[in-house]
């Protein structure tokens, strides 16, 4: 199975309404690149929020720059997701994230998921 490594920064923000019952939440989703290694993708990532930190101040009552990293995460895991919360202050909220692609054959997953589903079958008693 081959991967690949996916980053992605999705905004949450607020506008202002074209129509009397127009939706004033918004989302745009964009992409940071996708990446051969978890490595170029935690480069590129931080690179993404250096960004942020031109624009934005650190938050006060952590003042800590809180980036992407191979083992930064919780129990010593990858960290792959960055919010502003406790990070940094915006007016709006985003969500910056390295994401896993697999790339599989089809047949075999088909056949993978299929002996699966049968020795799920056979277990039940």
């Not at 170029?40 to 624009?55: R, S, V, W």
């Not at 010593?76 to 910056?96: C, H, M, S, V, W």
């Amino acid at each position: 199975m081959k991967t690949k490594e996916l980053v992605t920064i999705e905004f949450r923000y607020s506008e202002a309404p074209e129509f009397e019952d127009d939706l004033t939440n918004k989302t745009k989703k964009i992409t940071v690149g996708v990446f051969d290694t978890f490595n170029e993708a935690t480069e590129e990532g931080n690179k993404a929020l250096e960004i942020f930190e031109k624009h934005f101040k650190l938050n006060p009552n952590y003042n800590k720059k809180k980036r992407f990293s191979k083992n930064g995460g919780a129990f010593g895991y990858p960290k792959r997701l960055i919010t502003n919360l406790g990070y940094i202050q915006t007016d709006f909220e985003f969500y910056a994230k390295i994401t896993e692609l697999k790339y599989n054959d089809i047949e075999s997953t088909i056949l993978e998921v299929s002996k699966s589903q049968k020795r799920h079958r056979n277990s039940k008693i």
